[in-house]
């Protein structure tokens, strides 16, 4: 199995302000492709704040060396995901080829 191709979008962070905080501008994002992902769905849930919608999530096994950030997008089977937390790199001391990232990632749906 070849797995899939996911698209990863990095906006341009600006320069911190007066609270020290920062901002990503999504205008113009850089993009790159990673190949060779494995797609697993994960539970969703329902907002329940007077709208109907749902939280749709997957997790992507992306092979070893994945650039892919916290505050990063990724375009997932054509539907756009933001990044949630920190991906996870994991190493197989018994058999390398099993090596990779594991990314969790969330869109809103409704």
Do not use: K, Y
């Amino acid at each position: 199995m070849t797995g899939e191709t996911i698209t990863v979008q990095r906006g341009t962070t600006s320069a911190p302000g007066r609270r020290n905080d920062t901002s990503i501008d999504w205008t113009n994002p850089a993009e790159h492709d990673i190949t060779g992902c494995h797609i697993a769905p994960r539970p969703s849930t329902e907002n329940n704040d007077g709208r109907s919608g749902v939280i749709v999530g997957h997790t992507v096994f992306a092979p070893p060396g994945a650039d892919v950030r916290a505050t990063d997008r990724l375009i997932i089977r054509g539907e756009p995901h933001e990044v949630e937390g920190r991906p996870s790199v994991w190493h197989d001391p018994e058999d390398p080829s099993c090596d990779g990232v594991e990314i969790t990632a969330t869109f809103a749906e409704g």
